[in-house]
């Protein structure tokens, strides 16, 4: 069963090390974040990334998004920043909005996908940002199997994943609502997810560098 953790403001340097141990060890681990809970694995480890493809069952090689604590970490899993990433990110991070970029050519398929891309942000959780710039990059999928409902409290993640999983952080009640917007920036710009940025909030920062984001979204995952 997992063990649960009071995720404070700002993470104690003991419950860093312990999820720091926890994730090298290929542990799970739940985290709150800006909308809803987190499966947190090593994105390194692909036993790590097999264990939570397990607990997640059947995604239809969905791939994972990534969550960073911080811009610099993205050497570590994308080749290049566009002009418009940086732009977004500038204007979206910490957000609500995952941008799909050119992968590392080393990562796990299980991140990547078929395109060779990977979609990551920096959530808007100060706590988790800072647990981050120490653990490092981990999964920010949602804490639920697929089909079911994403969980808002770390009661919910205990009650349906706490046999499966590590540890969870409790850092109280998320906000929920709608997920990340997913934009894709490579190879092509799409929306991928509709999410909680518009596509008008979009719009206004692709126009300043003359980039047209269609309004005509292909069919959302």
């Known amino acids: 069963m997992a063990t649960v953790l009071h995720l404070n403001s700002p993470p104690s340097p003991q419950l860093i090390h312990q999820v720091v141990q926890c994730l090298q060890e290929g542990g799970v681990v739940a985290v709150p974040t800006d909308s809803f809970y987190g499966l947190a694995v090593n994105p390194f480890d692909q036993v790590a990334l097999e264990r939570l493809m397990h607990i997640k069952g059947e995604r239809s090689h969905k791939p994972f998004p990534v969550l960073i604590g911080d811009p610099s970490q993205l050497d570590q899993l994308v080749t290049h920043i566009p002009q418009i990433a940086s732009a977004l990110m500038q204007q979206f991070w910490p957000g609500l909005l995952t941008l799909v970029l050119k992968a590392q050519e080393h990562l796990s398929p299980a991140l990547t996908g078929e395109n060779g891309t990977i979609g990551v942000r920096q959530p808007n959780d100060a706590r988790l ?93």
Do not use: F, W, Y
Not at 177 to 198: D, F, H, M, N, Y
């Open 129 to 221: 940002c800072e647990l981050l710039k120490q653990a490092g990059p981990v999964t920010g999928t949602s804490a639920n199997r697929t089909g079911q409902s994403p969980a808002q409290s770390a009661e919910e993640v205990m009650k349906h994943l706490g046999a499966e999983i590590n540890l969870i952080l409790d850092g109280g009640l998320t906000p929920g609502g709608q997920p990340s917007t997913v934009l894709q920036v490579e190879p092509k710009l799409r929306i991928i997810r509709q999410g909680a940025i518009s596509l008008d909030r979009l719009q206004q920062i692709l126009s300043a560098d003359s980039v047209q984001l269609s309004e005509e979204q292909p069919k959302q995952t």
